[in-house]
């Protein structure tokens, strides 16, 4: 009986890479890329919120400030710029 790394060692010496193959993405389900992919752009094609988050000044918080006016709003994909900004009452 051979042991794991005996097995490992001839596995590896007698394997080869398969050749490239050009496939549709539909196709290609279920398949391992045999290089890194790169996008040639930016998907969306602008800056965008990329994150969740809410922002507090501390020093509020810290004071015992349990309730904050939502000033401003910005949306998971929405472009930089475009958000909603609520002025005080």
Do not use: C, K, W
Not at 31 to 54: H, Q, S, T
Request: net charge negative; hydrophobic share 40%; proline share 11%.
């Amino acid at each position: 009986m051979l042991s794991v790394e005996e097995a490992t060692r001839l596995v590896a010496a007698t394997i080869r890479p398969l050749p490239p193959e050009y496939l549709s993405l539909p196709l290609a389900l279920g398949r391992v890329l045999r290089e890194p992919l790169y996008a040639d752009r930016d998907f969306p094609p602008f800056n965008r919120v990329a994150m969740d988050g809410i922002a507090l000044r501390y020093a509020a918080l810290a004071e015992g400030q349990t309730e904050f006016l939502i000033e401003h709003t910005q949306f998971a994909g929405q472009p930089l710029g475009h958000s909603r900004t609520r002025t005080p009452p």
